[in-house]
């Protein structure tokens, strides 16, 4: 189903069983396979192919080249039918991949909304991605791999499957990534370790400085303390009854199952 008000080129391929929302624009020599619903206001460029399971919501902007939606590069994959979901706001620039989940997992890749994807970001099987980020030319998310919210991961970063990467946190360029980044830590290297918190992304996110403070004095307790995780843990839980900003490094640390980079 084509809604009247979308402009589809001439050239575009858009097969039956597709959903176009209202004010889509479809350019020349794109496909859209028969599993895929494009929420109003989008813009799809140039020689894009979208093949599904695939759900992306509103005005997201995908640009010439992209790949989304197609079947994963793993070897137990055998054309189950799993998913892509992608939210809104979402800025997916030039020869961006994208792939649908495996049934190893829950079945599902997850982008979610206002995140800036530049050129050759390769999102593979079972990731889910928060809302707000920025992954840099070339960043590579490895199968299963979870993203939190505004965090950036400078250009080539490569992170490994099963990491994690925490809210607000900054990976350098070229970080190779074994291990789960918690968040509001820069990290850099490769492999990559810790060089302190982002406090010019958290004031740009309008964390105030007695919370960037008591973020700082979390991360010595975790870094440089000498203390055991289960020791930092306990000093982080009173920390967090003043500074309830605190509490998502507790939550992460917790669920961390890999271990954090050190």
């Not at 599904?52 to 590069?73: K, L």
């Not at 490994?160 to 918690?182: A, E, T």
């Not at 020791?231 to 605190?246: G, Q, R, V, Y």
Request: contains cysteine; aromatic residues 6%.
């Amino acid at each position: 189903m084509i809604d009247a008000t979308a402009t589809i080129h001439s050239t575009a391929i858009v097969e039956d069983g597709a959903k176009i929302g209202a004010n889509v624009t479809v350019g020349p020599w794109t496909f859209i396979g028969n599993d895929v619903e494009i929420g109003d206001d989008c813009i799809i460029n140039s020689h894009v192919v979208i093949k599904g399971p695939t759900q992306i919501g509103r005005n997201n902007h995908i640009f010439q080249f992209a790949s989304i939606g197609e079947a994963c590069q793993d070897k137990k994959y055998a054309g189950e039918p799993t998913r892509l979901v992608i939210g809104d706001n979402n800025m997916i620039r030039e020869s961006v991949t994208i792939h649908r989940g495996t049934v190893q997992d829950k079945g599902l890749t997850q982008v979610g909304s206002n995140n800036l994807l530049m050129a050759y970001v390769h999102i593979a099987h079972d990731v889910m991605v928060g809302d707000g980020n920025i992954l840099a030319n070339n960043a590579t998310l490895a199968g299963h791999v979870h993203v939190g919210d505004n965090a950036i991961l400078g250009g080539f970063t490569g992170v490994h499957q099963f990491c994690k990467i925490g809210s607000f946190s900054f990976c350098g360029v070229g970080s190779v990534v074994v291990k789960d980044v918690p968040p509001y830590v820069m990290a850099a290297g490769q492999n990559a370790v810790p060089h302190g918190i982002n406090s010019e992304g958290l004031k740009r996110r309008g964390y105030s400085s007695a919370s960037i403070m008591a973020i700082k004095r979390a991360y010595k307790t975790i870094f440089r303390s000498g203390l055991t995780s289960a020791e930092a843990l306990e000093e982080l839980t009173i920390a967090a009854a003043d500074e309830p900003a605190i509490q998502i490094l507790i939550d992460f640390l917790s669920a961390s199952t890999r271990g954090i980079i050190r």
